[in-house]
């Protein structure tokens, strides 16, 4: 059974947050009455993923409506510090503001209805973007993963995983290959987990792994999320993806992006303007509680890099599949939507 993400109790007035540091050992759940509190549960990774941080987000700033309606404008710039890179969370945040000028009696319960509609919306558009990406699959297909871009990652479903899902569903034979992705291993705790669950066919590999995998046995298909799209085509995810598009390029093997539309981010033209987050060096520096080489030293320690326009042969949405030129295909979503 996969728990679920985030979860709004109304009775307690309180957002259940799943505590995803702890999988797949343990399922515990924070509980978030504040939006300082959804922030912190962003920035330590307990909710992560760009849907799922986005949406904990708009929750975040509705509790802030109920227990501190004077504080509106900070929570939102609290909320906007937390992660700079996946642009879902400040998608969410301005979807929320129009609601801020709204009377104080009215304004709390309009704000948690709109976050619960995007839960729902994020979720039925995972399912749409499924169907879209299945297609793009043979009958049989050994696709790897990297991170986790499940319903871990989002709403429910997922994006690259929802792809997989929806295959599966549609009676397609997959073996899925899920890298490690250090540091934080989303892909070997969290991927693995949800693939587990669902009684997929798969093995978890050390990042490193992934180019002999290619040489050796074969892959169809790799397939990832994004946590920010330049309206290039240029695409911002978890570290380590750059390397794996460029193997899958070497190989002749089709790289795939899945991600909804508030992941593009037309403002931003190309992924040299994408803010890349970097997270502090203990997370490679250790590996749980155990030192892996001494604090003296140095790190370098970026969460996600870019994966150039050129190397993504297809961008999976929730109202179909993006080609190249990017530049045109997103603009042209653009206009018509
Ligand atoms: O640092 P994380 O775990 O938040 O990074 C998540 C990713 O890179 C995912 O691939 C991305 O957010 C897409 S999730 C549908």
Request: a negative charge.
């Amino acid at each position: 059974m996969m728990p679920e993400t985030l979860r709004y109790h109304r009775k307690e007035e309180a957002l259940e947050v799943l505590d995803q540091r702890a999988l797949p050992f343990q399922v515990r759940h924070l509980r978030c009455r504040r939006a300082s509190q959804v922030a912190e549960a962003i920035e330590s990774m307990a909710v992560r993923g760009a849907p799922a941080i986005g949406l904990a987000a708009a929750f975040g700033l509705a509790l802030e409506a109920l227990h501190a309606p004077e504080g509106l404008p900070e929570a939102a710039e609290r909320l906007a510090r937390s992660r700079p890179t996946a642009v879902n969370l400040f998608w969410a945040l301005e979807r929320m503001r129009p609601l801020f000028p709204l009377p104080p009696e009215e304004r709390a319960e309009k704000m948690l209805a709109e976050a619960e509609t995007m839960l729902e919306e994020d979720r039925e558009r995972n399912r749409r973007m499924g169907a879209f990406g299945a297609s793009l699959l043979p009958q049989t297909a050994r696709v790897i993963t990297h991170c986790n871009a499940g319903a871990l990652a989002t709403g429910g479903f997922g994006t690259a995983l929802g792809v997989l899902r929806a295959a599966r569903e549609q009676g397609k034979e997959l073996v899925v290959y899920a890298d490690e992705t250090r540091p934080r291993l989303q892909g070997a705790r969290l991927t693995a987990f949800e693939l587990f669950e669902e009684g997929f066919s798969f093995q978890v590999l050390c990042d490193g792994m992934a180019a002999a995998l290619m040489r050796t046995r074969g892959v169809d298909a790799v397939i990832t999320g994004a946590d920010r799209i330049a309206r290039n085509g240029d695409c911002a995810n978890k570290i380590g993806t750059y390397g794996l598009a460029i193997c899958a390029r070497h190989h002749r093997i089709p790289f795939y992006v899945a991600a909804p539309w508030s992941t593009v981010d037309p403002a931003t033209p190309t992924g040299d303007q994408i803010p890349i987050e970097e997270r502090d060096a203990s997370e490679v520096r250790r590996m749980g509680e155990e030192r892996l080489f001494p604090d003296a030293y140095p790190v370098w320690n970026p969460a996600f890099d870019v994966t150039p326009a050129e190397l993504v042969t297809a961008i999976v949405t929730e109202t179909g599949i993006l080609r190249p030129p990017y530049e045109e295909s997103i603009a042209g979503y653009g206009k018509n939507h």
